[in-house]
């Protein structure tokens, strides 16, 4: 059984249909990376999954629960956490402050130092700036902080949005290294970016979206050798 499923997905904004039935599914111990243009309806997706937005039809199933209808704070509770597109930390509390928000589902103070250790030292960055205000950071700073502040909530899957957007390539790199080492601990990842290359270059499995629609899937490394992908997404 699939960790995560999508099935016969269809997502609106007022008369505008978004997604347009799709299904696909994550499995325990995954990269899954959903490429595409902007506009594609990727974020629409991680935004149906979290219980940001409601679905017209189709259902989500994770670890054999449907979550449809589920509120957003309650699927963090089962063990998924979101990377938001735009990092969103909270700009004025402190960095500590803001991993602190992370582990608001979570009541055992001993379990949330523990995780907060192992944040600090996955991010020591972040350790150096902890009683620095968030919105003071660097924009790779606020990446890792928004990667960190999602790891607080020890999540079986962390879904993250546009994770290199508006950074340099060392810090781009970096920040695909952490995904690896995420995945590596035992983290399942869905990932959205547009840097199709490297998505593909750390994925197992990856979907390709085309206004609303999935038109390919496949492994990762194969894909990343199709000249259609290549000639759309990797501008060879």
């Known amino acids: 059984m699939a960790m995560l499923e999508i099935k016969d997905l269809e997502v609106y904004y007022g008369m505008i249909q978004a997604i347009k039935g799709i299904s696909f599914e994550v499995n325990e111990g995954e990269i899954i990376s959903l490429i595409g243009a902007n506009g594609a309806g990727k974020t629409t997706i991680l935004h149906t999954v979290t219980g940001l937005l409601s679905p017209k039809k189709g259902s989500i199933v994770f670890e054999g629960k449907d979550i449809t209808k589920t509120p957003a704070h309650k ?9 938001p597109e735009g990092r969103r930390v909270f700009a004025e509390m402190s960095v500590y402050q803001n991993l602190k ?7 055992d103070k001993d379990e949330i130092g523990q995780t907060l250790e192992k944040v600090y030292k996955r991010f020591p960055r972040l350790e150096e700036r ?4 968030a919105g003071t950071l660097s924009g790779g700073e606020q990446q890792m902080l928004a990667m960190g502040r999602a ?27 952490i995904i690896q080492s995420v995945s ?3 983290t399942t990842v869905l ?9 593909l270059a750390i994925a197992d499995r990856a979907y390709v979206l085309e206004t609303g629609k999935i038109v390919m899937s496949g492994d ?5 050798n199709d000249d259609s ?8």
Request: proline letters at 4%; glycine letters at 8%.
């Open 75 to 83: 699927i963090v509770g089962l063990g998924m956490a979101h990377v």
């Open 101 to 107: 928000m992370g582990a608001y589902t979570r009541s």
């Open 130 to 133: 902890k009683n620095q205000l």
């Open 151 to 177: 790891l607080m909530s020890n999540p079986r899957i962390i879904l993250m949005d546009e994770p290199s957007m508006g950074l340099s390539p060392i810090l781009v790199n970096e920040i695909f290294d």
């Open 184 to 186: 590596e601990a035992g």
């Open 191 to 199: 990932l959205v970016e547009q840097n199709a290359k490297k998505a």
């Open 220 to 224: 990762a490394k194969e894909l990343m």
């Open 229 to 236: 992908i290549k000639k759309a997404y990797l501008g060879e």
